[in-house]
């Protein structure tokens, strides 16, 4: 049993996942962005980040348990020999597979996560990709009567309306 698709399956619906014995999977938002080198908007995302530390939540033994038909103990059984098996294949290579959540690796004795470009966490926010930065050219009409401040020399202020004929403005942006 892979304890991997059940780690993912969570991730799509929860922002942290405890895995007795490893640490946490976690999902977190990346706001929109601009990228002034490439002109280009990026939407907002999530990225999947992986900590050592454990926090107390029980969510995937209840998931587990739930999905197979197992009591607690035995989820919580499997969960720990996932668990030991990942940390031993980490003691003999510097980097495992987890399906579909991605690549845990061993970096000066620090387990990091490299997240899976097809995870598909993404799907939060309707598939967006990025979009380059549009110029366009708006043309809005100018009233025909605008009123003008003329100030006098005795600082007195006088309001003449200059009638002009219809003339259009362009913005740029």
Known sequence: MDIGLYIGELLREQDEINVAGLGTFMKIRLAGSFNSSSNEFFPPAYQISFKEYEISDLSLIQFISVQKNLSYTSAEELIKKFSEGLL?????????????IGFLHKENGKLT?????????????????????LKREIF??????????KVSEDIE?????????QSWIILLF
């Open 88 to 100: 031993e294949l980490l003691n003999n290579s510097d980097s495992v597979e987890i399906l579909p």
């Open 113 to 133: 996560l490299r997240p899976a470009n097809s995870f598909g966490v993404d799907d939060n926010f309707f598939g967006l990709k990025p979009v380059p930065e």
């Open 140 to 149: 809005l009409p100018v009233s025909e009567e605008m009123p003008v401040k």
């Open 157 to 165: 202020e006088e309001y003449q309306e200059i009638k002009k004929t």
